[in-house]
């Protein structure tokens, strides 16, 4: 899918500016008639002809001689490039022999007939592409088309199909799009599967035993670009460079995009208010919003991943294969390679992914078909945890957890257990025997029988191996392991993220915490906490901690950590950030409007341990405000404050968002892309809104994978008390949900934001909203209407208009940090205050 194919009507050369009428072209004119005696030779002199060339004698052209354009074929010239005016006989002439040398017989082998479409509608499947086809009166052998993606694949059974394809499909064009007809080529081992029969569920049948169809089915094409790129370039691109290099690469790329803040808050303010000082010094350090620091290198290079996610599927070979694949399956990308030479992943995970892969050889049960969305195995992923004080990744690798994601519609029960059994005596014979042998601490079975292949936090998940009863946490355990960072100790579930490179995050997490500046009269949101990682690292540092997270497990991982590292002044909340933070923010802090001045003697340190540790110190306001209404949700946050403008906006229904083009809210640099062009992470108020805060009442509650959560709760009581309120958000790539940035812009007493980020574009999106002045009077929220063609800082100055007054941050610096040696993704620290 490389190269587009050649429409055969030979497009006419995009016209030079000199080809366009009217008023532009007579200022030209007049510029050029004045210089054409002294400069006759203009590269694009008499290259065009002259429009009044074609028209009645009477109406000639008043520029006579002086003209730049030609007026007869004899007197045009050939513009630079060698091209004619289309417009002339000498280039409808050569288009006409062109068109002719197109008729002439061709031989063409098979591949030949392979083809891509690019620019299908997103929500076309195999069918509606046919039903596509077939109207158009275009014939063909096979059509395969995947939802989500804009390029189907096409097979035709010879050159006349394919010609009347070309000929049809470039004019007529789906829903008003252009669609684009490129190569692709057939894996080898396909054009020998061909014969085979295929069943109704995508799985070939030969002399009885069920066969894999290696994606594609029989006939589908794979993209041209897999078979040009290794694995080594797909996953760790940057590893041709030294790693100084890769640094110098990184912070110069992030120094361009924190450029687009300084250009976009250029842009946005209101043309009433005065430019922010930040703006105008920009000038003085290249444009940049405030300084880049540098970038603080990853004190591992190799093998630093903890968790690696193999996708499964087939080599270009066509063999079964558990690795990473070549590029995008957006992009008709399907291809999976052994992760051979990925500097990134350490031996351990390489070891188990094979030996998956030899299991996968004799299993009875097919591996997944992603252009069909069939088959049953489809994913391993290997989490590592390390030993305490591990300086060297690799070797202090002591607890490994296996998931293996499958896909159980239609497969019978009594088949995939007896599998399963077999595949948890190969893994663990297979560690066992290694030298020397490998940890393995846990298997779980995650069944997602969705299309893609990120599962929802709430997949089910069937522990195959589970770990041993670890006393000192006081629970019976699930599925687990344990890593460490700043001396404490992490307990990780198999769906809670966890950065994937635990020594660089911590020096990661230092940095955010020095730059928050906390004391012990701080109140820190930790937002998007995970496990609690940062809140937890840095709950000595602070007052109190209040962490907010999506994730169940990972909030009960949370409270759990909080439990075995003994840090008894935080608090975790599980719901979406854009649902909480501003009923959090009314709790600890009172409203916006209301902003509570903190009275001269009060406590300006830590809160008294008996008033936070102890969860049934919790008032009885507290209590009767968490009371829950009819449909389960929790009564104190759903309810809106009738003053938190963050919140009414929210049910207004204009929650809808994308802060940055097709991201989703993951961190792993491996997961496929998801839903380009949609507001996938928006959070209406019509979905379900998956909110509890933990009950202080209750000893532990238990999570959906059956694990119970400590109860270290601790509450608002008596939070006002603390002087210096400081949030740190660490969102997924997508960035911060509108609603989370209006609510932190909107409340004065939050002076100190750090934000660290995965992606910069989406810092860039939402630092626009924070760091832009407020206009006196707000404009109404359009719903981002038009947000499809927009880019992700447009739409953030489109949203700054409806910002209400308030104070706007400053940027004041900002750091790399590199936790993705290899690659190109780096993670940012900013700093932002007012
Ligand atoms: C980049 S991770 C950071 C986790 C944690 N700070 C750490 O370093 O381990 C982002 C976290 O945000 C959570 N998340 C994603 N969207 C969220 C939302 N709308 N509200 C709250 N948490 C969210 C994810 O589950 C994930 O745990």
Redesign the pocket.
Known sequence: MEMEMEDTKAAPPPPSDLDVTGDKRKRDDDASSSVAGKDAQHPMWKTSLCSFFRRPAADGCSHGESCRYAHSEEELRPRPDGTWDPTSDRAKKLRKVADEVDEEPVTVDDSALDKCLVGLPRGWASDRLKTFLHDKGVSYATAKKKKGMTVGFVTFENIEQLKNAIEVLTENQSGGKEIKIADANRRSHQKLNTERPVSDNGVATENGTSVDIPPGGTSAPEAAISSKKSVRDAVTPLAHMPYNDQLEHKKNNIAQILKRLTRNARKACPTAIPLPDWVFKSKEIGGLPCKLEGILESPVINGYRNKCEFSVGFSLEGKKTVGFMLGNFREGVTAVEEPVDCLNVSEISCKYALMFQDFLQSSSLPVWNRIDNCGFWRQFTVREGRCPDAQNAETQISEVMLIVQVCSTGVDEALMKDEFDKLTVALEQGAATCLPPLPLTTIVVQDHKGISNAAP?DCPLIPLLVPKVDQSEGTVDKTRIHDHISSLRFSISPT????VNTLA?ER??TLAGDWANLNLGTLLF??????????LTLAHRVGMVVG????ES?VSDAQRNALINGVKNCRFVC??????MGSLLTEYLGSPQQDIPVSEGEVSGSVKDEEVIDGSQRSENMDSSKEKNDSGENQELRDTPPDCPAVIDEIKGNSSYRVSNGLE???DEYKEPVGEDTCG?A?SINESVDLKVSDSLEDSKTCHDGSSIPNNDVTATTACQFQDIVA?V?????G??PT?IKALRTHPRIRRLVY?S?NPDSLVANAIELCTPSSERQEKNKGNRGWRTMSSAGLARQRTKSMPNSEPFVPKKAMAVDLFPHTSHCEMVMLFER
Do not use: W
């Open positions: 936090a809670a993220f966890f950065q995050a990661l997490y930790d937002v998007c906490c995970g496990t609690g990682t940062i809140g907010i997270e999506m994730n990972a719901g979406k950030a854009e649902d909480v809210g993951s961190h992470e959070s740190i660490d969102p997924p790539r997508v911060l949900h989370v660290i995965c």
